[in-house]
């Protein structure tokens, strides 16, 4: 009886919870992810760089400090959204990348390479 009810109980979370989703509803197993490296121009990777993930969408921004190896690692993007990426280093940044929602690949890798100075007003 104890394994019945449980069996139940756990049913219904399964049930109730369901599968997860992205921004549009659509199923999590389409869910994509971007994956690269910061580097300077001689492409030696930068550590403590921030690299920032906008969502063209909505507009929100996330962010990422890169480890020893310059790696960075953004997961659970919506497929259906654009998205613009670049780098930020003490004064400088790499270009801006987009990560189009027409690209079918579930995971990408883009080197964003550091090396023009950043204008005073940009953010």
Known sequence: MKYALLAVLLLGVTFAVGPVRAQ?????????????????KNETPIASAVVYLKNNRTLTVRTYITGDKGEYHFSGLDPNVD???????NDMTS????????DSRKEMNVTLKINKEKKKDEK
């Open 24 to 40: 549009d509803g659509s199923p999590s197993s389409e869910l994509r992810g971007v994956t690269g490296v910061a580097c300077d």
């Open 83 to 89: 998205y613009e990426i670049h780098a930020e280093y």
């Open 95 to 102: 270009a801006n990348h987009t990560v189009s929602s027409l």
